[in-house]
């Protein structure tokens, strides 16, 4: 089996940071694509950041371009989301995704989410 989990979210006051941590475990042959997704209260999920493997290509929704930061360890399976100048808007629980590839065969994978809420 595979697991993602995050951690590192919390309130904070806006203004503020916050950085996100995902682990990706279990029987894994190799790690694609990685991303950040959140989905706040009445809202569709939405993409936050994504990095490409090598991470030599890195994408982000325009509400946060200047403020978050991605980055990933490849050898510890790891996806890292730095938030800085944190805003209200912010305020989503934040997920974690991974394409990860088992028995040559790759799928997407998803954390269990954790809350980021942004005080005014």
């Known amino acids: 089996q595979v697991q993602l989990v995050e951690s590192g979210g919390g309130l904070v006051q806006a203004g503020g940071s916050l950085r996100l941590s995902c682990t990706a475990s279990g029987s894994i042959s190799s790690v694609g694509n990685m991303g950040w997704y959140r989905q706040a209260p009445g809202k569709q999920r939405e993409l936050v950041a994504a990095?490409?493997?090598?991470?030599?290509?890195?994408n982000y929704a325009d509400s946060v371009k200047g403020r978050f930061s991605v980055s990933r360890d490849n050898a510890k399976n790891m996806v890292y989301l730095q938030m800085n100048s944190l805003k209200p808007d912010d305020t989503a629980v934040y997920y974690c995704?991974?394409?990860?590839?088992?028995?040559?065969?790759?799928?997407?994978?998803w954390g269990q989410g954790t809350q980021v809420t942004v005080s005014s």
């Open positions: 990095i490409t493997s090598g991470g030599d290509s890195i």
């Open positions: 995704q991974a394409r990860i590839g088992r028995f040559a065969t790759f799928r997407d994978y």
